[in-house]
């Protein structure tokens, strides 16, 4: 696992408050656990943390790093295999599993998914929303996120007033370091993120699509 520090993995009841609420959270379209998998009881969140050298590589200039957009590629097919895996695990004691790919399962004009790992990932209790409207889990949050949905019942380790990370008094870094100026005050410009991305993925012609950037999460909080 080169590219990876210790990973995360939570666990939440499909009854849990968050995960009811989602519709409300999210958006409307949002799927419920129950939608992807009838008579489901758990929720398994995960997040597989990049070590530090991705990260300072990232940090250099506007343009994505292509570590950056190597580790992406590799990153989505990883997750899914981990799915696989833990499927194919559960499947031995009976259980069933389902779950939604780590991304390009999203809106193309609202740049919004009906499955946000992010939030599954909160209700989980990996981690919090950072100004740069990621999930920092206590790794940190340069790293990537996958969920997914099983009947087999887990114990939930959601604790309501777990202490997480909470972004330091006065730190900017992302929103200055944002090549879209895409972070503000009003929360996150989608398009203005979205066409910086699909501008790395056209500088790496030769990589699978890496529509990529990070540099919000390359920051106090990316590594932690
Ligand atoms: C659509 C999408 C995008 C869009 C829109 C991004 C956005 N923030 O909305 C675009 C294409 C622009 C994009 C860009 C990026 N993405 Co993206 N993207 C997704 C995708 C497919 C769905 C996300 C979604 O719909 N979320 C729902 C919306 C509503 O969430 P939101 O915009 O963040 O808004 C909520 C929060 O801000 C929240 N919030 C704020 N404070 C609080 C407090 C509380 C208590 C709660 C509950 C909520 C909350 O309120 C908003 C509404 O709920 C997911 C994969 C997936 N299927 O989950 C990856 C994902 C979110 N992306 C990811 C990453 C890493 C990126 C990039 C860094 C690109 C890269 N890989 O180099 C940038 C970062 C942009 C940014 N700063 O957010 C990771 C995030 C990992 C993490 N640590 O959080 C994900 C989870 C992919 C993965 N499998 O790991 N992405
Ligand atoms: S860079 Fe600073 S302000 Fe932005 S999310 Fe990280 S800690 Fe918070
Ligand atoms: S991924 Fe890049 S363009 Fe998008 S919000 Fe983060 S720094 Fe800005």
Not at 126 to 149: M, Q, Y
């Amino acid at each position: 696992m080169p590219f990876y520090r210790e990973p995360l993995l939570g666990t939440a009841d499909t009854d849990n408050s968050c995960i009811k609420r989602l519709k409300d959270i999210v958006h409307p379209n949002h799927l419920l656990p129950e939608d992807i998998l009838p008579g489901c009881r758990s929720v398994v969140a995960y997040f597989l943390p990049f070590k530090e050298d991705i990260v300072r590589e990232n940090r250099q200039g506007r343009s994505a790093a292509r570590l950056w957009a190597e580790v992406y590629i590799a990153t989505n097919s990883l997750l899914q295999k981990i799915a696989e895996a833990m499927r194919d695990r559960l499947a031995v004691e009976g259980f069933r599993c389902a779950w939604e790919k780590p991304t390009h399962n999203f809106d193309e004009d609202l740049l919004m998914s009906f499955w946000s790992h992010k939030h599954l990932a909160f209700a989980c209790g990996l981690g919090r929303f950072g100004k740069n409207h990621l999930l920092i889990t206590e790794r940190g949050c340069a790293g990537r996120l996958g969920s997914l949905v099983t009947d087999f019942q887990l114990e939930s380790k959601y604790v309501e007033d777990t202490p997480f990370y909470s972004c330091p008094e006065g730190c900017t870094y992302c929103a200055k370091h944002c090549p879209a100026g895409a972070l503000g005050e009003g929360g996150i410009d989608r398009k203005a993120c979205y066409r910086i991305l699909l501008e790395n993925d056209r500088l790496y012609p030769d990589l699978d699509l890496c529509d990529v950037c990070g540099k919000c999460s390359t920051g106090p909080c990316a590594v932690l």
